[in-house]
């Protein structure tokens, strides 16, 4: 069964600094993954997603996340985070074809910045 | 672009009641899913349909029903709502191939007392 791992609940970064969220996923083969974000009392928004190809992918709000095969991860990274940046971020995996599959979410990460 | 539209933002309920949480997306997508999100859970599926009157059970169903009778609309129904059941849930949407992405509705927040 597919799985994924945010390790890090909470983590806190200034205003201006580089920014780095964990994801590690369990799948037999390489699977489509995504990253959305979620600000306080909203729904989830999607940040960008792997299918296949270029392994780092560009995303919406400055976002990039890297696929790396030999470590199972999909890290998420923005070089300079604003204020705006404060939410809770999931990862998720879905299997690598289409039709009607659903998409399995880490237990996401929260970030705060200070100023 | 696409809009998923959760008919309620906040609800109280008591303990006992029947629970309609409606859903709506205006897209035509062929697939919806009811999700619960708790604080260090993250989001666990409840039940999911990739067509009108069909239905399939996710990982948590126990306690909840669901209801497809048109394409645009999925409701999920807590048949006797219990105090353990309060939490977001957030309703999503997607189209049945090609792009994978979902897109979400705001979410409910539910209190049962």
């Known amino acids: 069964a597919q799985s994924v791992t945010q390790p890090d609940i909470h983590i806190t970064v200034s205003e201006g600094a580089s920014l780095e969220l964990r994801c590690n996923y369990s799948?037999?083969?390489?699977?489509?993954l995504f990253w959305y974000v979620q600000s306080p009392g909203q729904g989830l928004q999607l940040l960008l997603k792997?299918?296949?190809?270029?392994?780092l992918v560009q995303g919406i709000k400055g976002f990039e996340a890297e696929f790396k095969r030999s470590q199972s991860s999909f890290n998420l990274r923005k070089p300079s985070v604003h204020w705006s940046d404060a939410a809770e971020y999931f990862c998720?995996?879905?299997?690598?074809?289409?039709?009607?599959?659903?998409?399995?979410f880490g237990t996401g990460t929260r970030l705060t910045i200070i100023p | 672009d696409v809009k998923v539209t959760q008919s309620s933002r906040y609800l109280v309920k008591r303990t006992g009641e029947k629970v309609f949480l409606e859903c709506v997306q205006d897209?035509?997508?062929?697939?919806m899913f009811w999700y619960r999100q708790d604080p260090g859970l993250g989001l666990r599926l409840i039940y999911f349909?990739?067509?009108?009157?069909?239905?399939e059970k996710g990982d948590i169903p126990e306690g909840y029903s669901v209801s497809r009778e048109k394409k645009e609309r999925f409701s999920l129904i807590l048949e006797s709502a219990s105090t353990n059941q309060t939490s977001m849930y957030l309703c999503?949407?997607?189209?049945?191939?090609?792009?994978?992405?979902?897109?979400f509705g705001s979410g409910t927040r539910l209190t049962v007392v």
């Open positions: 999503a949407s997607r189209t049945g191939g090609g792009d994978y992405g979902y897109t």
């Open positions: 799948y037999g083969a390489t699977p489509y």
């Open positions: 792997y299918f296949s190809g270029d392994t």
């Open positions: 998720a995996v879905g299997p690598p074809n289409f039709g009607n599959e659903k998409l399995t």
């Open positions: 897209m035509d997508h062929e697939n």
């Open positions: 349909s990739y067509d009108v009157k069909m239905k």
